[in-house]
């Protein structure tokens, strides 16, 4: 059984983990725009995977017989300065959710929720992950600057990202 307190929270979570799937295709549509293929792949793919992060969350609320409620989601920007303005967007983005992550885990020790706090430490390894991904383009972006070549070659790398769900409980 999960406490309310709890529910409301990780309903929260769901709805914060909805906005970052709703911001990265909005990132997504913004590098199409620019004729960034790849840059809009890699946030295509960031898209896949806050949706699973959501759907993680929604079957645990399920799984402790609480009940899910969905809110409103915010609408995300749709343009930024440029391809180095979105992935910072991205980055800062990250942080604000692992902050949010660490929130859940404070509340679920404080509850003795020891369910909840396992089950959050998944998030806290993914979001070491998701922060460490969006720095690394941001680092890249900065050394190439303006130089077109080097914004070419980064967008056919981001090309390359491919989606791959994450491993179910006890497999090997």
């Known amino acids: 059984m999960i406490s309310k307190k709890m529910q409301e929270a990780l309903n ?24 960034l293929p790849g840059f809009a792949n890699w946030m295509r793919v960031q898209t896949q995977e806050e949706h699973i992060h959501t759907m993680k969350i929604y ?8 009940r899910v409620t969905l809110k409103s989601i ?12 979105a992935f910072e967007a991205a980055y800062q983005h990250e942080q604000k959710v692992t902050g949010l992550v660490n929130g859940l885990i404070n509340l679920a020790i404080e509850e003795k929720d020891h369910a909840a706090n396992m089950f ?3 998030f806290v390894n993914e979001q070491v992950e998701e922060e460490n991904s969006a720095e ?7 050394l190439i600057a303006d130089a077109p070549g080097g914004r070419y070659m980064l967008d056919s790398e981001m090309a390359q990202r491919v989606f791959t769900p994450p491993a179910v409980e006890g497999e090997k």
């Open 12 to 35: 929260g979570q769901i709805n914060s983990e909805f906005y970052s799937a709703y911001l990265y295709l909005s990132m997504v549509a913004y590098f199409e725009s620019i004729n």
């Open 59 to 66: 079957d645990y609320v399920n799984e402790r017989n609480g």
């Open 74 to 85: 915010a609408e995300p920007p749709s343009e930024w300065e440029s391809p180095l303005a």
């Open 120 to 122: 959050l430490q998944w």
């Open 136 to 142: 690394t383009v941001v680092q890249k972006l900065k």
